[in-house]
């Protein structure tokens, strides 16, 4: 039987939730906050391009081999 567990959205950080969860009152807390986020969103699209960078690197070495044999 498989488990859905996987197949949930797994925070990142701790700090996007806290970030969206505190409302935060002076300027330098928005823009901790901010920044947090910012963390949080270019380290998933890192990432989500290491990911597909390496599957096209795969693919292109196997049609690369396939075509070259």
Avoid: D, K, Q
């Amino acid at each position: 039987m498989i488990s859905s567990n996987r197949l949930r959205h797994v925070p990142v950080a701790a700090a996007h939730h806290i970030a969206c969860a505190v409302v935060p009152t002076g300027f330098n807390a928005r823009w901790a906050a901010w920044v947090a986020r910012g963390r949080v969103h270019e380290h998933r699209v890192r990432r989500r391009f290491v990911t597909w960078l390496s599957t096209a690197v795969v693919g292109a070495a196997l049609v690369y081999g396939v075509l070259r044999w």
